[in-house]
Every structure is written in C-alpha cells, then in structure tokens.
C-alpha cells in the first residue's frame, strides 16, 4: 500500500506534467483543467487545489470549492421541513478530481473523495455545510455510489449528472 501526502499546491507546473487523459479524451475537462486553469483558480481563490503525492512524487489532485445545491436538484426527502424557505444548501463543491494514467485503479481516486468527505465535514461544523457535490460523466456514477453519493434527480446536461452526499 502507497503511503499518501495530501496538501494544497502553491506550485503548479508540476501538475503539467502529469496525464489525465481517457483513451485520448477529456470528457471531464480534467486535463484541460490541469493544464491551463488550475493555476489561474488557485490564485484567484476560485478553488483550493489539492496535490496528492507519493515516494513516486505529484500522482493526482482534485479542486474543492464553496457552491450551493438548489432544492429542487435534491430528492424530497433531503429537505429541512422547518426551513421551508430554504432554495439552496451550502456545500462543498468537488470541481476536479485527476489521477495520473499510470497511478490508476489503485483506490486513490476513492481515498481522495473520502479525504474531500471528512475535510467537508469538519468545514460543516464550523461554517455550516450540507453536502458535498460534484458532476460526473454517467459512466462513472459507480464510484460515487459506492461511497455513498446520490445522483439528483435533475436529467443530464452534456452527459453529465450531478452527484451529492449529505453530510450530517
């Protein structure tokens, strides 16, 4: 088993250097994120990236945020019924998430959503938070159902589908 560092990058151009293509696309935008504007969000408090490093050095990073859900993304029963006039939670937005091509199918895609987890969960007892969310392409919604993500019942745009996870 890897042993794993996780911090936010300062630096970027190592991130450049590291491939997060499928099969010669992007379907995600991860790589096109990685390359032209993961360094431009960083800077701009847009997104805090996220670099993962191993002995191998920089393997994956993922973008996390402040969003908000709209309600009526959520399924009935994730709604406060005392606080009717709520039409948005406050969340922790997972923008990107990129794991080398060759670090794959090693879990540390997953590890990395359970980090994003348990930091959303801190952040939600001191700022207030609800979910975590992300969009994903609909051939990969597996991987967030194992870690107990719940697809919205709003129909895909451009293949994608927004995913969430309560987190109280």
Known sequence: MLDFEIKPLTDFKELRTLDFMDDGSDPLGVHNFAQVKAQSYGRNNLSVIWGVRSDRGLIGFFSISMSSIQTKKLEPV????????????????????????EQRHQGIGSMMIKFCVGLAQELS???????????????????????????????????????YRKLA
């Open 78 to 101: 994730e709604h406060v019924p005392d606080a009717p006039t709520i039409y948005s939670y406050p969340v922790v937005l997972l923008g990107q998430l990129g794991v080398d091509r």
């Open 125 to 163: 007892g001191r700022i207030g938070c609800r979910y975590v969310v992300l969009q994903t392409s609909q051939n990969r919604t597996n991987l967030y159902h194992n870690l107990r993500f719940v697809q919205s019942s709003k129909p895909p745009t451009d293949h994608k589908v927004w995913m």
